[in-house]
């Protein structure tokens, strides 16, 4: 049974609950969810991406909570927020390192099922010095993602259940965003493996899912490579084509668990 929005023009749905009942999304001006029961509810005061508001309108996976962008702080930056759909009302955001580069301090672009882990992009110094991180609710702790790319920026896009793989990308110094995948260690830090074909040289564009073990990173495909098809990666693997590619360059959006 399809569902039309009716009245939000130029919307996204982004994400939605494990059983498909709340669905998470945004227009040009506003952030809202979608119940069959309630239809399109909007957050007052959460901010959509777009006009230097960074990351994505996320939902867990039993709907409790959304996490989006709010104003925060003194001077107001945009930052991670959770909203409770029972309360309606925003929890304190997830916090920065302080800095902030024109509207953001941080931004959200991909979360653990159940809230406990936050991937996106955060400023760690002064001039637009961003970096990506991740973001544990137990601890309260911001981890970095590192590059070998010194100084060049990174960004997750998204973490697995447990938090030990971020995927997304890091810029190369020539700003091309090359696919990264971050494993923690058992020092907790995030170690990087960059992403390529089987040769160093041939990079492979940024990743947007991972698998929710934690074994597996998708990412767009290259024109120049398996005609365009998207990709997989895994420790064990590597780099691994899904094929066919029927036009084009392909992309993955989301995995499942294994």
Same mark, same amino acid.
């Given at each position: 049974?399809?569902?039309?929005?009716?009245?939000?023009?130029?919307?996204?749905?982004?994400?939605?609950?494990?059983?498909?009942?709340?669905?998470?999304?945004?227009?040009?001006?506003?952030?809202?969810?979608?119940?069959?029961?309630?239809?399109?509810?909007?957050?007052?005061?959460?901010?959509?991406?777009?006009? @230097?508001?960074?990351?994505?309108?996320?939902?867990?996976?039993?709907?409790?909570?959304?996490?989006?962008?709010?104003?925060?702080?003194?001077?107001?930056?945009?930052?991670?927020?959770?909203?409770?759909?029972?309360?309606?009302?925003?929890?304190?955001?997830?916090?920065?390192?302080?800095?902030?580069?024109?509207?953001?301090? %941080?931004?959200?672009?991909?979360?653990?099922?159940?809230?406990?882990?936050?991937?996106?992009?955060?400023?760690? %110094?002064?001039?637009?010095?961003?970096?990506?991180?991740?973001?544990?609710?137990?601890?309260?702790?911001?981890?970095?993602?590192?590059?070998?790319?010194?100084?060049?920026?990174?960004?997750?896009?998204?973490?697995?259940?447990?938090?030990?793989?971020?995927?997304?990308?890091?810029?190369?110094?020539?700003?091309?965003?090359?696919?990264?995948?971050?494993?923690?260690?058992?020092?907790?830090?995030?170690?990087?493996?960059?992403?390529?074909?089987?040769?160093?040289?041939?990079?492979?564009?940024?990743?947007?899912?991972?698998?929710?073990?934690?074994?597996?990173?998708?990412?767009?495909?290259?024109?120049?490579?398996?005609? @365009?098809?998207?990709?997989?990666?895994?420790?064990?693997?590597?780099?691994?084509?899904?094929?066919?590619?029927? %036009?084009?360059?392909?992309?993955?959006?989301?995995?499942?668990?294994?």
């Amino acid at each position: 049974e399809l569902h039309m929005l009716g009245p939000v023009p130029f919307a996204y749905a982004v994400d939605v609950r494990a059983d498909g009942r709340v669905v998470s999304g945004y227009d040009q001006g506003r952030v809202w969810y979608w119940t069959l029961d309630t239809w399109v509810v909007f957050v007052d005061g959460a901010l959509p991406p777009g006009n @230097g508001v960074g990351g994505s309108v996320l939902v867990t996976a039993v709907g409790q909570r959304l996490m989006c962008s709010t104003l925060q702080g003194e001077p107001q930056k945009s930052a991670p927020t959770f909203w409770p759909l029972a309360t309606q009302a925003f929890d304190p955001a997830v916090g920065s390192l302080g800095f902030n580069c024109d509207i953001s301090r %941080a931004s959200p672009w991909g979360m653990s099922p159940d809230g406990r882990f936050v991937c996106g992009l955060v400023n760690n %110094a002064a001039n637009c010095n961003q970096v990506g991180y991740v973001w544990d609710a137990t601890t309260d702790v911001i981890s970095l993602l590192p590059t070998v790319y010194f100084y060049k920026p990174t960004r997750g896009n998204a973490v697995s259940e447990d938090g030990s793989l971020v995927v997304g990308w890091a810029d190369d110094y020539v700003g091309w965003r090359q696919g990264s995948v971050w494993r923690r260690d058992a020092s907790g830090n995030y170690v990087q493996t960059l992403m390529n074909a089987g040769v160093a040289t041939v990079k492979m564009k940024e990743a947007g899912a991972g698998s929710g073990n934690g074994q597996w990173a998708y990412g767009e495909g290259r024109s120049d490579v398996s005609g @365009g098809a998207p990709y997989r990666w895994s420790a064990a693997t590597g780099y691994q084509p899904i094929i066919p590619a029927p %036009a084009g360059v392909g992309s993955v959006t989301d995995a499942n668990f294994d």
